[in-house]
């Protein structure tokens, strides 16, 4: 079995910079925060660090608006800051990747601010420009109001609901925007604007970075023509269908010209030795598939799949979840098991905050086939904090205010992005340690007394220290990071099975998924018991008794 990449058996920890650690003392966490706490993070376990973005913005949507691609937004530091970030990650033997924001800038980039300040400048073309509809080519009307559905150039819709299509008087024009206003997408079809963007690629990676986590990157191409999207009665969007609405997002996402950029892109990176690509993309399994090749995966190197965020905690679902990704993500192609990130719901807030399936879960992504990535916060359990939209900082909760919250409770949305970007829960000190300043940039999470790492790192049972000692399994078993899985069959319900074998090794793990226990019959002889959830569990003469919520890790040995 030939070795894989390292991109392919790494596990990934993704840092929100702003709420990871103060360095200065000013309540906003920065990059010098971050370099005080990697010895956390390599201690931990977990190998690749994802940044989500640092880099110079008006910070409208957090750093995910980018006035300047190759330099440090100042309250996180400076370019010097990230070089030693860089140098520091690698002296421990940890790896990192940045966050880059290829499918817009900021509306406050000077590009953009160029671009639409007339038709003719030299970046006219470096956005989407379309006339409105109503008077194609009208010139020197400067009253037109802001897109209302009449003028704008078509019917397509921004992946926040609305026309994405807003108006410059400047240019009498629109220009689109795939997610929020001030967030204008570049125009790819402009060869210029390709070269700058990779040659920004370039940039960081002659500075040593190890990849990029790449956003909203199946959005980058729309229609050239610019056709309207058809009707569909989906109203609201899901991971697996994206569409919603009443619209069928055919051409504004996952169009052709996008998997060949993965594929331009991927060749970029080839330029400097192996790095991780890792897309956020949205669409059904063969739908994201695509991103990475059609046979060869030469592609993105990895793409997140984000329908297990709306996972049920049940052994069925975590099947069928399973089967699906091995049918379509099968050698040399590898996929990415995450449940929490900076726009969506925490984990634990999923799982009525029960620990004992926190453990569960994080036992089954840590042993499957893939990479897995948390979320910080995510090891030692931290929460949501409920926080109201009229107040929030994150742009989204604005857009919806008119919309009674019951609602999106209902549909199980967390639309106040901020509830899951609190302050990391360092220890029981002020402000959990984060930060001595008076004022944090978000509050504290109240329950940091209870959830922190230095009391769940005096606590050998704690979530944080059995995932240590899953991590550690993780990197002394080749099987765990490089094997292939087999399903194992006949196991009582609720329960889910399944060996991961190299040439050399095999392991097997068992997840009891019910609140009963379990005792049933392994059949292979010559296993032996190396992890369990709980002290409860034993493993005797083939016979496996397992805790309710409980998961046992066993090697073959010998074989
Ligand atoms: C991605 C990011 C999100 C951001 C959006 C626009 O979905 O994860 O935080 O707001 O793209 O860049
Ligand atoms: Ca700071």
Same mark, same amino acid.
């Given at each position: 079995?030939?070795?894989?990449?390292?991109?392919?058996?790494?596990?990934?920890? /993704?840092?929100?910079?702003?709420?990871?650690?103060?360095?200065?003392?000013?309540?906003?966490?920065?990059? /010098?925060?971050?370099?005080?706490?990697?010895?956390?993070?390599?201690?931990?376990?977990?190998?690749?660090?994802?940044? =989500?973005?640092?880099?110079?913005?008006?910070q409208?949507?957090?750093?995910?608006?980018? =006035?300047?691609?190759?330099? +440090?937004?100042?309250?996180?530091?400076?370019?010097?800051?990230?070089?030693?970030?860089?140098? @520091?990650? !690698? /002296?421990?033997?940890?790896?990192?990747?940045?966050?880059?924001?290829?499918?817009?800038?900021?509306?406050?980039?000077?590009?953009?601010?160029?671009?639409? =300040?007339?038709?003719?400048?030299?970046?006219?073309?470096?956005?989407?420009?379309?006339?409105?509809?109503?008077?194609?080519?009208?010139?020197?009307?400067?009253?037109?109001?802001?897109? &209302?559905?009449?003028?704008?150039?078509?019917?397509w819709?921004?992946v926040?609901?609305?026309?994405?299509?807003h108006? @410059?008087?400047?240019?009498?024009?629109?220009?689109?925007?795939?997610?929020?206003?001030?967030?204008?997408?570049?125009?790819? *079809?402009?060869?210029?604007?390709?070269?700058?963007?990779?040659? +920004?690629?370039?940039?960081?990676?002659?500075?040593?970075?190890?990849?990029?986590?790449?956003?909203?990157?199946?959005?980058?191409?729309?229609?050239?023509?610019?056709?309207?999207?058809?009707?569909?009665?989906?109203?609201?969007?899901t991971?697996?269908?994206?569409?919603?609405?009443?619209?069928?997002?055919?051409?504004?996402?996952?169009?052709?010209?996008?998997?060949?950029?993965? %594929?331009?892109? *991927?060749g970029?990176?080839?330029?400097?030795?192996?790095?991780?690509?890792?897309?956020?993309?949205?669409?059904? !399994? =063969? $739908?994201?598939?695509?991103?990475?090749?059609?046979?060869?995966?030469?592609?993105?190197?990895?793409?997140?799949?984000?329908?297990?965020?709306?996972?049920?905690?049940?052994?069925?679902?975590? %099947?069928?979840?399973?089967?699906?990704?091995?049918? !379509?993500?099968?050698?040399?192609?590898?996929?990415?098991? $995450?449940?929490?990130?900076?726009?969506?719901?925490?984990?634990?807030?999923?799982? #009525?905050? #029960? +620990?004992?399936?926190?453990?569960?879960?994080?036992?089954?992504?840590?042993?499957?086939?893939?990479?897995?990535?948390?979320?910080?916060?995510?090891?030692?359990?931290?929460?949501?904090?409920?926080?109201?939209?009229?107040?929030?900082?994150?742009?989204?909760?604005?857009?919806f205010?008119?919309?009674p919250?019951?609602?999106?409770?209902?549909?199980?949305?967390t639309?106040?992005?901020?509830?899951? *970007? &609190?302050?990391?829960?360092?220890?029981?000190?002020?402000?959990?340690?984060?930060?001595?300043?008076?004022?944090?940039w978000?509050?504290? !999470?109240p329950?940091?007394?209870?959830?922190?790492?230095?009391?769940?790192?005096?606590?050998?049972?704690?979530?944080?220290?059995?995932?240590?000692?899953?991590?550690?399994? %993780?990197?002394?078993? @080749?099987?765990?990071?490089?094997?292939?899985?087999?399903?194992?069959?006949?196991l009582?319900?609720g329960?889910?099975?399944?060996? *991961?074998?190299?040439?050399?090794?095999? +392991?097997?793990? $068992?997840?009891?998924?019910?609140?009963?226990?379990?005792?049933? /019959?392994?059949?292979?002889?010559?296993?032996?018991?190396?992890?369990?959830?709980?002290?409860?569990?034993?493993?005797? @003469?083939?016979?496996?008794?397992?805790?309710?919520?409980?998961?046992?890790?066993?090697?073959?040995?010998?074989?």
């Open positions: 079995m030939p070795a894989l990449p390292w991109y392919h058996c790494t596990s990934i920890y /993704q840092i929100y910079p702003r709420s990871f650690y103060d360095g200065n003392q000013d309540g906003i966490g920065d990059i /010098q925060g971050i370099i005080q706490k990697l010895d956390y993070i390599k201690d931990l376990g977990l190998e690749t660090i994802w940044c =989500s973005p640092f880099f110079a913005s008006p409208a949507d957090f750093g995910y608006d980018i =006035s300047n691609y190759t330099d +440090i937004s100042p309250e996180y530091g400076a370019l010097d800051d990230a070089l030693q970030l860089i140098a @520091a990650v !690698h /002296q421990r033997g940890l790896k990192i990747v940045f966050d880059m924001v290829m499918n817009h800038t900021s509306s406050e980039h000077p590009w953009f601010k160029e671009s639409r =300040s007339s038709r003719n400048n030299p970046k006219a073309d470096w956005y989407l420009w379309k006339d409105p509809r109503s008077s194609p080519g009208r010139r020197g009307s400067r009253s037109t109001p802001e897109a &209302t559905g009449g003028q704008v150039p078509n019917n819709q921004s926040t609901g609305g026309s994405g299509w108006y @410059a008087p400047e240019r009498d024009q629109f220009y689109w925007a795939s997610f929020l206003p001030f967030q204008p997408d570049l125009n790819y *079809r402009n060869p210029v604007v390709k070269k700058t963007m990779f040659d +920004i690629v370039r940039f960081w990676l002659a500075k040593g970075v190890d990849g990029f986590r790449l956003d909203i990157f199946n959005y980058i191409y729309k229609d050239a023509a610019f056709r309207n999207n058809p009707f569909t009665f989906d109203l609201i969007p991971e697996a269908n994206p569409s919603g609405f009443f619209q069928k997002a055919q051409y504004t996402l996952n169009q052709p010209e996008n998997f060949d950029f993965a %594929r331009e892109l *991927r970029v990176c080839a330029e400097f030795c192996e790095k991780l690509l890792l897309g956020e993309v949205s669409g059904n !399994h =063969s $739908v994201i598939r695509q991103f990475m090749g059609a046979e060869k995966n030469d592609g993105l190197t990895q793409v997140f799949d984000f329908g297990m965020m709306d996972f049920k905690f049940s052994a069925s679902y975590f %099947r069928d979840l399973i089967q699906d990704i091995e049918k !379509h993500f099968p050698a040399p192609f590898m996929p990415v098991y $995450v449940f929490s990130n900076h726009d969506r719901a925490r984990s634990i807030s999923r799982l #009525d905050g #029960d +620990i004992r399936k926190a453990k569960l879960l994080h036992l089954l992504q840590l042993t499957l086939r893939g990479v897995p990535c948390m979320y910080y916060g995510e090891e030692i359990g931290m929460t949501n904090l409920r926080l109201p939209f009229a107040t929030a900082l994150d742009p989204i909760p604005h857009k205010q008119s919309i919250r019951f609602v999106f409770d209902m549909l199980g949305m639309m106040n992005r901020d509830e899951v *970007r &609190t302050p990391m829960q360092w220890n029981g000190g002020k402000n959990a340690g984060f930060s001595p300043a008076g004022k944090t978000l509050p504290v !999470h329950n940091y007394k209870a959830v922190n790492v230095e009391k769940e790192s005096r606590d050998a049972n704690s979530l944080l220290n059995t995932l240590r000692s899953i991590l550690k399994i %993780r990197k002394e078993q @080749a099987a765990l990071r490089e094997g292939n899985l087999i399903w194992m069959d006949n009582p319900g329960i889910l099975g399944y060996k *991961r074998q190299t040439d050399k090794d095999e +392991i097997t793990v $068992v997840l009891n998924f019910t609140e009963k226990k379990s005792e049933f /019959q392994l059949a292979e002889e010559g296993l032996q018991s190396l992890f369990q959830l709980s002290g409860e569990d034993s493993f005797n @003469a083939g016979r496996l008794k397992l805790n309710g919520l409980s998961g046992m890790i066993l090697r073959m040995v010998n074989k």
